[in-house]
């Protein structure tokens, strides 16, 4: 802990770098707990500072297809915002960064979020309540094996530094030319192929087992593209159980003015944090 | 050895002196034009504030605008009565007669120290300031989307460490402010923005009741604080430079005796030889003038 107990005057320019540590350390008002699933365990975090979401904010110009720069720019916010110094945030999973990335915004920016369906229906809801309701169900997801014939692949979630690695990989820098209903086609069964890849960690074949971990993502997606389909279709099963659970959380139910139901789900880009 | 007064600013009392007719030489040619250079006029200004005040030129340059305003009124009122007559605007050309202790009256309504009282906000009470004039130059010219908060932060204490910001440049001030949690950055925010939406509220022709379909605004906008400067001390250099010819022409004053004359004196002697002057016109009904005289009259500044 840096702050200093005696009443200083931090007047004079060279200061700056004591001033800039101080306000890091600015925490215990400020400091919250977020819930780890994959970890089963609190830890400590500390809110957004104005430059981080001005980062974030700023990764509004994204790609169209992937988030890649919110993504980057979230874990590298995570990183720096924990508090565990025991800690390597990059072992965390994607579902954990959910949960962040949700409890972030409820303590640095507001603890509701609207909807704007349009000038009648303008919906306020509770991001605590939606949180408690998750956590309460006591989450917890395990890896899976799945065999057939010859082969047999285990999926596990993606951790952070596994994710960052898939996006600089693959994402970052891609531009897309998107001319025709074939070259859309083509995208799409590419992103497909991308997401099963990252969630798939071991291989094995005829017993031997290929830690795929040890690939670069563009020889992961060469090899996956391999598999029989039937094989595949498990991971994607896999993928999808994940990501009903990630949907519990941001998608709400809302009641309009005239008595009607409708679904909407909060976009997990920086739009979230805009205030 | 001219006359000293007081003016009492928001954080402490400073003397100055009443203005001359160099100086105010000084301020309208800095109000020559359409497109008047800020930069300009408060250099210029800032000088001359600086050769009659107590304040250094750094101190000039560091005072709020509602400070530097206060010290213009009050010059103002010392160097040339608290009644001035202006213009105010180019469709209309009568002139209006203003109290400038109107100006102060609706200013101080406003309860701007009430306003900037500290707050404490998640443990950390957040001191308020206004921006300079410089910094209000800065914020006219800026996006909307730009940030201009760090112009209204005086200092932060949080636990027992103070942060002066006076201390610090603007690109660190913005730094320090940066590192701050978004919900205190988003709470100064609001503050400056009702801090922006009283000064927008503000008419300092409020007080007058046959100049209510008027408005001199005093806001953060740098144009309508120079038409408040050219309200104040006048911009009709020609007029000026015809007046000194004529006092020394056919007064017999020295030009450097008249520039160091208060604007006080210089409107005296110039209504003094008019009067002169209109009686040997009537009693000699040959004499003519071409020589700017016929210019003059008694409300030039």
């Known amino acids: 802990m840096l702050l200093l107990n ?71 916010i995570i990183r720096e915002n924990c508090l565990a110094q025991d800690l390597d945030t990059g072992v965390l999973t994607v579902l954990d960064k959910h949960i962040i990335l949700f409890k972030m915004r409820i303590e ?3 603890p509701e979020y609207t909807f704007e369906i349009d000038d009648q229906n303008k919906i306020t ?30 999926c596990n979630l993606p951790s952070l530094n596994i994710e960052n690695k898939f996006e600089e990989d693959l994402h970052q820098n891609t531009t897309f030319n998107i001319n025709s209903s074939k070259d859309l086609r083509d995208i799409i069964g590419e992103t497909f192929v991308n997401e099963v890849t990252k969630f798939i960690t071991t291989l094995t074949i005829k017993n031997t087992p290929i830690d795929l971990t040890a690939y670069d993502f563009k020889s992961r997606v060469k090899i996956i593209e391999k598999l029989p389909i039937s094989l595949i279709n498990n ?17 709400f139910e809302l009641t309009m003015k005239d008595g009607s139901v409708l679904q909407q789900e909060i976009t997990q880009d920086s739009s979230f944090f805009n205030t | 050895m001219k006359f000293i007064n007081k003016c009492t600013l928001s954080d402490r009392e400073i003397f100055y002196k009443e203005l001359q007719i160099k100086y105010i030489k000084t301020i309208y040619k800095s109000l020559i034009g359409e497109d008047i250079d800020p930069e300009i006029l408060l250099s210029n200004l800032n000088n001359v504030l600086k050769k009659i005040s107590t304040l250094s030129l750094q ?75 410089q910094n209000i130059v800065k914020i006219s010219q800026k996006d909307r989307n730009d940030t201009i908060y760090h112009y209204f932060i005086n200092k932060i204490i949080f636990q027992d460490t103070e942060i002066n910001f006076s201390f610090f440049s603007e690109s660190e001030t913005k730094l320090i402010l940066e590192k701050l949690p978004v919900k ?57 430079y015809e007046n000194i010819f004529a006092l020394c022409k056919l007064g017999n004053f020295t030009p450097e005796y008249i520039e160091n004359c208060t604007p006080g004196e210089y409107i005296l002697y110039v209504k003094k030889l008019d009067s002169i002057m209109n009686k040997q016109q009537t009693t000699d009904t040959n004499f003519t003038s071409d020589e700017g005289f016929d210019h003059i009259n008694g409300d030039l500044l």
């Open chain 1, 235 to 251: 991971v994607i099963k896999y993928i999808e159980k994940y990501r009903a659970l990630v949907q519990l959380l941001f998608t």
């Open chain 1, 108 to 110: 640095s920016i507001s």
């Open chain 2, 59 to 133: 101190e000039i340059n560091s005072l709020n605008f509602l400070d530097y305003f206060t010290l213009l009124f009050n010059i103002c009122i010392t160097s040339t009565g608290n009644i001035i007559f202006a213009q105010l605007n180019n469709e209309d050309n009568t002139t209006v007669e203003i109290n400038i202790y109107k100006f102060l009256e609706v200013i101080n309504s406003y309860k701007i120290n009430t306003l900037l009282e500290p707050e404490i906000f998640n443990n950390i009470k957040i001191y308020y300031t206004l921006p300079t004039l």
């Open chain 2, 184 to 240: 205190i950055t988003t709470h100064i925010i609001k503050k400056i923005n009702t801090i922006f939406d009283t000064f927008n509220k503000i008419n300092l022709l409020a007080n007058i009741p046959y100049l209510k379909e008027k408005t001199i605004p005093f806001n953060f906008n740098i144009n309508n604080l120079i038409d408040l400067i050219k309200i104040l001390f006048g911009e009709d250099l020609l007029t000026l």
């Open chain 1, 125 to 154: 809801v509770s991001l605590t309540k939606k949180l408690s309701e998750l956590l309460n169900k006591q989450i917890k997801f395990d890896c899976e094996t799945f065999s057939n014939d010859d082969y047999s692949v285990t």
């Open chain 1, 6 to 76: 005696n009443l200083m005057s931090l007047e004079t320019n060279n200061q700056l770098k004591n001033v800039l540590t101080l306000i890091e350390n600015l925490d215990s008002s400020t400091n919250f707990n977020v819930y780890i699933p994959s970890l089963q365990k609190e830890f400590k975090f500390k809110q957004l500072t104005t430059e981080q979401l001005k980062r974030l904010l700023k990764t509004i110009i994204d790609s169209p297809i992937y988030s890649t720069e919110f993504i980057l720019t979230f874990n590298s």
